[in-house]
């Protein structure tokens, strides 16, 4: 019998190509993970990973293992599923792909309701990138999971949520703030132009986020170079940064508006047209979402639609 143990071991280690990074994922010591894979082998009779390839890579074994392995989850899943359609909500599981930052501006205001809702679902937030998101729910760990367009995982199909515009955030009491007559941090939200920002010293996103793609295209657009202090991989932890009074930066106006700070930011609409970060909820094709996935889209489309 397959332990779901080992299994999680060896799609982790598959996943990450190295054994110290996917015991960091899965919240083992690196010793522990090499030991219970060798012992895995040990029983199977034969390597699954060429440990002579950095990254490592799978053996022809190793792929037959993750790929029934895969099937036997997503069979388990698809059983799961059913038991709990069947109990109308009154138990059963949620896993819900998100990023740290819409945990904990959005999710605060949706979970609470769907809690309440439905007391017996128990409910699993899964934090990733937007690449590992899709990638969550492609491979059936999420049953769902808040991300970007484009998909780019053919497995997955998705509900359209919002287009999320894009805001700059100046700290309260800012010049800009007083130049505007703006005396409240919430909306309608005036409109500047980013080359008003020239002299401002920026906050921004790692390099590989979305909203570090848009801040460049804007500096492109109004031939400005401004100068960047500081680079966040969240825009959560910008936001509460400029709020309390250290420089200036992008976020989306859905945080602007879901952000429960002691004081926010003061935010303004930008002139300069942006692409749209056009929020979606993914889930995979080949499973049929449950009772409780549809429950929880619904909500989540009331309360901020």
């Not at 390597?47 to 053996?59: A, G, S, V, Y």
């Not at 109308?88 to 740290?100: A, P």
């Not at 986020?209 to 500096?219: A, D, E």
């Not at 859905?254 to 926010?264: F, K, V």
Request: contains cysteine.
């Amino acid at each position: 019998m397959i332990d779901e143990r080992e299994v999680a071991y060896v799609l982790q280690v598959a996943e990450e190509g190295t054994f110290s990074q996917a015991a960091k994922k899965l919240y083992v010591t690196q010793p522990s993970l090499s030991q219970g894979i060798k012992r895995i082998e040990q029983e199977l009779g034969t390597e699954l990973f060429d440990r002579r390839t950095n990254p490592l890579t799978l053996t022809y074994a190793g792929s037959l293992y993750v790929d029934r392995a895969k099937k036997i989850l997503q069979v388990k899943q698809d059983l799961l599923r059913q038991i709990e359609d069947m109990s109308d909500l009154k138990c059963g599981q949620l896993r819900i792909g998100t990023s740290y930052s819409r945990t904990a501006y959005l999710l605060t205001q949706i979970l609470p309701e769907f809690k309440r809702r439905f007391p017996g679902i128990d409910i699993t937030l899964i934090e990733g990138t937007v690449g590992e998101l899709q990638d969550y729910a492609a491979e059936g760990l999420t049953d769902l999971a808040f991300v970007y367009l484009p998909i780019r995982r053919e497995e997955l199909l998705y509900e359209p949520l919002l287009d999320e515009k894009i805001l700059a955030a100046v700290p309260p009491g800012h010049w800009i703030s007083r130049k505007h007559g703006k005396t409240s941090q919430t909306g309608p939200f005036p409109a500047i132009s980013f080359a008003d920002l020239v002299d401002e010293e920026f906050i921004v996103m790692k390099h590989n986020r979305k909203m570090r793609s848009i801040f460049s295209q804007l500096c492109e657009k109004t031939g400005m170079n401004p100068k960047v202090i500081l680079e966040s991989g969240s825009l959560v932890s910008a936001q509460a940064l400029v709020a309390s009074g250290l420089g200036v930066t992008l976020v989306t106006d859905i945080l602007a508006l879901y952000s429960r700070l002691a004081q926010n930011p003061f935010y303004f609409s930008l002139k300069e047209k942006t692409e749209p970060r056009r929020l979606v909820i993914a889930y995979a094709k080949e499973v049929p979402p449950s009772k409780a996935v549809h429950e929880f889209i619904k909500l989540t489309k009331e309360m901020i639609l």
